[in-house]
């Protein structure tokens, strides 16, 4: 198999969480680029954000659904998978994209703030992961990547807060899954992303900045943009990643080492 | 920008130690087929095989230098340096891949076999870093991928060696230059492959009980082969990680996690 054979998703299908904007968008945009039809899941499904993006993917000449969900309910989540296999007959990819920035001390959050963290960060992604591997398991192939966060392995902050736990939550939902996947020759690996140039993201990276020049910003000084994140999860979507699997891979140009 | 394009080495230089086999050759050859010029060398010129991976390199229309070098001689580093500046004119990535290890268990391991191991594994490294960086840091890009092992995480053979503790020094070096290099715009990773098929690790995999263990990996009970990480290699070294830095990747099916 030549290099471009195996960087090539051509004819793969993938579903995308959070697909509107920022990570999401780029990574759909670049998994299409790449060869995949997409299923963009996002909450707002009218919204002129994804609308572009089907476009632009249509304009590409691949295939794609906008499907309207909130992926911490079960039979939004069921329903994901069945309009996907309506439209598509299988699932390759699955990219677990879609969460919440929102974070509160651990000290001060309200049983709810707690829950609503854990439901779309965490939840979303077991709940995600459980309905599309049962489509992979028979066919014996499939990969799954995981978006947590570089806030998921260090305190950042000086304080305990909910999105951090999430997103911590899901290494080993990606560990176990790896382990006991890759029987079926389905991969599952996780990217941290550092800070990116998205529009939640630059509140957080103007309140941080300040705190942490010597050690949290990252030596380029710079966030990083959408792309340079979803060509990671391209790569890992890739053949050419055939070996790696259950990988954690912090993409946050060496802030964390 | 298409994907293919975002893992295309076109008209970069490379040097890769180690190659006349292996990851090193594999490595040398995937460069080649992105699009890079490549130096390989290896210590040993004997046997013909690094001829025959600069052949492999030449087929594929790229330009191939073969030198005969021993990665822990400061002499031959400069010598091949010079040789690939003549030749090629400049340096965008440095592959750290030649590596070996000598002597039992730390307790008996005879003080010249620690010497040996870590002058093969750690100091041609050190001296790579530093004769070639000086290079890239003129052109303010560059990129150094260091080949370690799963050795350097767990202590997958049941006792202490020197090899592991050369590839746990080796991630120090991949961190601390990560940072230091990041403002020079020069990424710093490395790969820590697992069970490979390869010539130095046949006297491991050949044997009968190794293979039973194999079947409980979590890939499908098999061997990974040296493309397997060639392909990372090629995905670290190109714009598609242009936010990796400083990072780790096990390279291992998922057997560690």
């Known amino acids: 198999m030549s290099l471009q054979d195996k960087i090539s998703l051509k004819d793969r299908v993938a579903i995308v969480t959070g697909a509107r904007r920022g990570i999401g968008a780029a990574t759909s945009i670049m998994l299409a680029e790449a060869g995949a039809d997409v299923a963009l899941v996002c909450l707002h499904p009218d919204s002129p954000e994804i609308k572009e993006l089907a476009e632009k993917i249509r304009g590409m000449g691949r295939k794609t659904l906008v499907i309207g969900a909130d992926v911490s309910k079960k039979p939004d989540v069921d329903a994901i998978v069945a309009k996907t296999l309506a439209e598509f007959g299988k699932i390759d990819i699955l990219v677990n994209n879609a969460g919440t920035f929102a974070s509160q001390t651990l000290l001060e959050s309200t049983e709810e703030e707690w829950q609503a963290a854990l439901d779309i960060n965490l939840k979303s992604c077991y709940l995600c992961s459980q309905a599309v591997a049962a489509q992979m398991m028979p066919r014996k192939q499939g990969t799954i990547i995981n978006v947590s966060s570089i806030e998921s392995m260090k305190v950042f902050r000086g304080k305990a807060e909910t999105y951090p736990v999430s997103k911590a939550g899901m290494h080993l939902v990606t560990r176990g899954m790896a382990r006991e996947l890759g029987a079926y020759n389905i991969r599952v690996n996780e990217i941290a992303p550092g800070y990116i140039n998205t529009e939640s993201m630059k509140a957080k990276w103007d309140e941080m900045a300040p705190a942490n020049q010597w050690r949290g910003v990252p030596p380029l000084a710079r966030m990083a943009e959408p792309e340079e994140v979803a060509a990671v999860i391209a790569f890992l979507a890739s053949d050419a990643a055939s070996w790696v699997n259950g990988e954690i891979i912090a993409v946050d140009g060496g802030t964390l080492c | ?257």
């Open chain 2, 1 to 257: 920008m298409n994907t293919c394009d975002l893992f295309s080495l076109k008209d970069k230089v490379a040097i890769v130690t180690g190659a006349r086999r292996g990851i090193g050759a594999s490595t040398g050859i995937m460069m080649a087929e992105a699009g890079a010029d490549v130096c390989i060398s290896d210590i040993d010129v004997s046997t013909g095989e690094l001829e025959q991976v600069a052949e492999k390199i030449r087929q594929t229309g790229r330009r191939a230098l073969a030198v005969k070098v021993d990665a822990s001689s400061r002499a031959d580093w400069e010598t091949m340096v010079a040789q690939t500046i003549k030749e090629f004119g400049k340096i965008d990535i440095l592959v750290n891949n030649a590596g070996g290890g000598r002597g039992g268990t730390l307790l008996t391991c005879p003080e010249p076999d620690w010497d040996f191991t870590f002058n093969v594994n750690l100091k041609s490294v050190y001296l790579g870093c530093k004769i070639v960086v000086p290079y890239m840091k003129t052109q303010k890009k560059g990129n150094v991928i260091n080949i370690n092992s799963v050795e350097s995480l767990r202590a997958v053979l049941d006792h202490s060696h020197p090899y592991a503790v050369t590839k746990s020094a080796m991630t120090a070096v991949t961190r601390g230059l990560a940072r230091e290099l990041a403002k020079s715009g020069i990424r710093v990773n490395e790969i820590a492959p697992g069970s490979i098929r390869t010539e130095m690790m046949r006297h491991f995999w050949s044997k009968p009980d190794f293979q039973e263990r194999m079947k409980s990996s979590p890939m499908w009970g098999r061997m990974a082969e040296p493309e397997e990480v060639g392909s990372v290699a090629v995905f670290l070294a190109s714009d598609a990680a242009s936010w990796v830095s400083g990072a780790t990747i096990v390279v291992d099916g998922g057997a560690l996690c």
